[in-house]
């Protein structure tokens, strides 16, 4: 594998209406890489990620740190690659952060001290630690993300999947969540309609269109050549 941590061959996708939601998609993410997706709504950018942690199963192949996608993986896969979902409130559920955190390490089957060790350093890395208790109802837009953003990195997965993870947040609350994301190792994909937020953060672009990656390279060259701004 080396240091090659997603790679995607050929991924082809149709709805059972028969819409081709993907068209023969090639993709690597090596590690130390944060990748920007840009396209338009209904480019495939969401049906992208959600097969990179079998949510959905198209023709192709698609291997998260050296395995392959399948019904068989999927438990090993999801602790390796961690999704952070558009909205936040469909990954909160839990009556407080701290358990919210806590319940993915529980559900590895870890012991209480390894849980709460997780739960401690995922609310320190983005901030929260001096929230726990709060229900996640009570939190800001910004702090929910942030919540729901602990909960994936508590599995300590090599890699973070997130979806328009910017979307509703003001100003201050997008530019504190650069720097959580910032400070933190893993190899990121982001899906993103915002360049300067991609711009914090990526190494390289790459352009849905019609199901298809249609070009690659950095941040602010994809952005001009498609006029994404």
Same mark, same amino acid.
């Given at each position: 594998?080396?240091?090659?941590?997603?790679?995607?061959?050929? +991924?082809?996708?149709?709805?059972?209406? #028969?819409? *081709? *939601?993907?068209?023969?998609?090639? $993709?690597?993410?090596? /590690? #130390?890489?944060?990748?920007?997706?840009?396209?338009?709504?209904?480019?495939?950018?969401?049906?992208?990620?959600?097969? &990179?942690?079998?949510? +959905?199963? #198209? %023709?192709?192949?698609?291997?998260?740190?050296?395995?392959?996608?399948? *019904?068989?993986?999927?438990? %090993?896969?999801?602790?390796?690659?961690?999704? +952070?979902?558009?909205?936040?409130?469909?990954?909160?559920?839990?009556?407080?952060?701290?358990?919210?955190?806590?319940?993915?390490?529980?559900?590895? #089957? +870890?012991d209480s001290e390894a849980v709460r060790a997780r739960v401690d350093r995922a609310l320190s890395q983005v901030g929260?630690?001096?929230?726990?208790?709060?229900?996640?109802?009570?939190?800001?837009?910004?702090?929910? /993300?942030?919540?729901?953003?602990?909960?994936?990195?508590?599995?300590?997965?090599?890699? &973070?999947?997130?979806?328009?993870?910017?979307? $509703?947040?003001?100003?201050?609350?997008r530019r504190a969540l650069v720097r959580t994301l910032r400070s933190l190792p893993q190899a990121k994909i982001l899906?993103?309609? %915002?360049?300067?937020?991609?711009?914090?953060?990526?190494?390289?672009?790459?352009?849905?269109?019609?199901?298809?990656?249609?070009?690659?390279?950095?941040?602010?060259?994809?952005?001009?050549? $498609?006029?994404?701004?």
């Amino acid at each position: 594998m080396g240091d090659t941590l997603i790679e995607v061959r050929n +991924l082809t996708f149709r709805y059972p209406d #028969g819409t *081709a *939601a993907l068209r023969d998609v090639n $993709f690597l993410l090596h /590690r #130390g890489e944060t990748v920007a997706v840009f396209g338009a709504n209904g480019s495939g950018k969401t049906t992208f990620l959600s097969h &990179l942690v079998g949510l +959905l199963e #198209g %023709e192709g192949s698609v291997d998260v740190c050296g395995m392959r996608v399948s *019904a068989r993986t999927l438990a %090993e896969v999801r602790q390796r690659a961690g999704m +952070l979902f558009q909205n936040s409130d469909d990954q909160i559920f839990m009556p407080t952060i701290e358990e919210d955190v806590a319940f993915g390490p529980l559900n590895m #089957g +870890l012991d209480s001290e390894a849980v709460r060790a997780r739960v401690d350093r995922a609310l320190s890395q983005v901030g929260l630690n001096g929230e726990r208790n709060r229900p996640p109802h009570r939190l800001s837009a910004g702090e929910r /993300r942030r919540a729901a953003l602990a909960g994936v990195l508590a599995v300590e997965p090599e890699i &973070l999947l997130l979806d328009e993870p910017a979307t $509703f947040l003001d100003p201050p609350a997008r530019r504190a969540l650069v720097r959580t994301l910032r400070s933190l190792p893993q190899a990121k994909i982001l899906v993103t309609h %915002e360049v300067g937020f991609a711009d914090a953060l990526a190494t390289r672009a790459v352009f849905f269109e019609e199901g298809r990656i249609v070009a690659e390279g950095g941040v602010r060259e994809i952005a001009d050549r $498609f006029d994404w701004h």
